[in-house]
């Protein structure tokens, strides 16, 4: 067995660290190579105009139709969602709950934290109903009922987290049905971009986050059996409606001390459909995404895209159980996903902000520690020069065989 030089111990350690991170570098983020880190992305052609300057730490737009994705900033960079959350929410138990299906709102639902539509304790709503107020009115009161109607907040959970893994929102992790605050809770720019375009798709999920006033909502249980029980109007707050922007339709606001202002929302107009996503919008909601979308109006055939929305798989099924690997948090783990110190955060080689060519430095810096493994052996193996200008003790051989040499060395770390 040839023992190696204790000297070469630290750079073979380091040379082997190297390597193995080329693979994860290399892998790139979902959706493209170019959404990556947390600046603005785009590749404007000759005739495109200028990108607005948002006040929004991240955002993302996209071609409803074709799935490109024509500008974005910070796609796939990991915040608190708020209650654009509901967006995951309505579209998970679309596919869960038969519309008519009947609620006996409970006191635990009407009491819940935040935003309530002010459901009333044992009385009775379809999922329809709870679906209208839970995108219209953001209601924490109907995520709540919606949960329970579904079959308990631990069954809804797993659904809605295996709907964010077969849609390929990796850095979606949801604690709750609603979006308050919850450590770990997390999702994307692109992220709700993929969940926007998978719920518009649905007739269903496109009623819901459309319609703009139901003046006959249910209110309180009628005193007498036989009598026409009490209604309430409610309307939306989406403020493309709200402002009469041409071509809205849909999809949902948000907005925590923590996250801050959050919207997803979509138009179309002339055959084109386009869907805006934004996590902490620093003003009012309206300017920057009706800015956003005029631009992408104006130029969506002056710019190459900078990167495209992933289809679903095909082989993750929401209900029952999750097939892949699962945080400590509840949501499946996509592949090459690493779970950070805080097992609740995970983050993927392909959804991070790895720079592009990460994987070719790491490899030029293994073959540069593997240049100076060579070097070190030889001269270990050579031993010292006589006539190098260094100063040889003489030893006598017990000595020489109880020696043990020692090299300190320093590594600075990029």
Known sequence: MVRLPAALAVPIALAMSLLATAPTAFAEPIGGAQLTGSGVIVNPGPGASALPDVPVTAWVLADLDTGAVLAAKAPHIPRPPASVLKVLTALTLTQQLEPDLEYAATYDDVAVEGSRVGLVENATYTAR??????IMQSGNDCASALAQANGGLELTMSQINQEAARLQAY?????????????????????????????????????????????DFPGYMPENAGDPRPTMPIATQNPLFIQGYEGAIGVKTGWTTEAGRTFVGAAERGGTSLVVTMLNIEDEIYPSASALLDWGFANIDEVSPVGYLVDPLDDVATGGEPSSAVDSGGAPAPPNAQVSGDASVVTTASAGD???????????????????????GLRSLRGPGSGGGGRRMRSTPEQDSAHGGSEDSSYARH
Request: proline share 5%; hydrophobic share 50%; with cysteine.
């Open 354 to 376: 790895t720079p592009r060519w990460g994987w070719i430095w790491a490899l030029v810096a293994a073959m540069l520690v593997g240049l100076l493994l060579v070097i070190a």
């Open 129 to 134: 109903d709870l679906m209208f107020c839970l």
């Open 171 to 215: 850095n979606t992790i949801a604690k709750n049905p609603s979006g308050l605050p919850a450590e770990g809770q997390t999702s994307s720019a692109y992220d709700l971009a993929l969940i926007a375009r998978e719920g518009l798709s649905r007739p269903d999920f496109f009623e819901y986050v459309n319609t703009r006033v139901i003046e």
